[in-house]
């Protein structure tokens, strides 16, 4: 247990479909960040919020969305995805952007788009 | 961040020392040395870092050259639960500026532990 729960830990999802994926984290951070990690390719660098303020969005696409309501939340919102956006996604909360070379690591959601 | 470089694979036996390289050779002088494992169908787990010195903790030990151009991580005694991949990451530090707290991941080195 890392303190970084994920909800759904799988989903299957059509091309049409709107889902949300769900990060919360308990242990008092205030960064949190999402992460792609496709089949046989390093873990990606999606979107970094620092005390609710989203800092970096590495060049994703818009029909990927996140929202981070407070420090201890952190959603991804997904809509009309495609088959190669199949992967797993895995949120982390570091104590501060700062101090983001130690973060700790929920046990992803693993996202079937069909 | 500097470019860093692993084997792609290494195998250990149970109850034996792991020792996994890792080259970083246009490392900076504000650069950490960082490393993380993940097990198969889990997130990434800090393990260590550091910047000059050799490391220890509960986990491994760091033990970087005094160049700093390669560092390697020590399991001291490797069991089957320690089978992953070990990711090894150059990152600076926050020391005298803002650091922007980026982790880049490369393919890292799959450890395998055998009976």
């Known amino acids: 247990e890392t303190g970084v729960t994920q909800t759904p830990r799988h989903l299957v999802m059509g091309m049409t479909n709107k889902k949300s994926l769900k990060c919360e984290q308990h242990?008092?951070?205030?960064?949190m960040y999402w992460y792609k990690q496709s089949a046989k390719k390093p873990l990606e660098l999606m979107f970094v919020?620092?005390?609710?303020?989203?800092?970096e969005n590495n060049s994703v696409p818009s029909r990927f969305s996140p929202e981070c309501p407070n420090s201890s939340h952190l959603f991804l919102h997904l809509h009309t995805l495609q088959p190669e956006d199949s992967a797993l996604y895995l949120c982390?909360?570091?104590?501060?952007?700062?101090?983001?070379?130690?973060?700790?690591f929920g046990p992803g959601t693993r996202l079937l788009v069909l | 961040d500097a470019k860093t470089t692993q084997p792609p694979s290494m195998d250990c036996a149970e109850g034996r020392a792991a020792n996994l390289p890792c080259n970083h050779s246009?490392?900076?002088?504000?650069?950490?040395v960082y490393w993380y494992r993940q097990i198969h169908s889990q997130g990434p787990q800090y393990i260590i870092h550091?910047?000059?010195n050799n490391e220890t903790n509960e986990m491994a030990s760091l033990i970087i050259t005094e160049d700093r151009k390669s560092s390697t991580l020590i399991l001291p005694h490797a069991t089957l639960r320690d089978t992953a991949v070990y990711y090894c990451i150059a990152s600076l530090t926050n020391a005298g500026g803002t650091s922007y707290g980026k982790l880049t991941f490369g393919q890292g080195t799959i450890l395998t532990v055998h009976p």
């Open positions: 919020y620092n005390f609710k303020e989203q800092t």
């Open positions: 246009t490392i900076s002088g504000n650069e950490y």
């Open positions: 242990l008092g951070h205030n960064a």
């Open positions: 550091g910047l000059k």
């Open positions: 982390a909360s570091s104590q501060d952007q700062a101090e983001g070379r130690t973060q700790y």
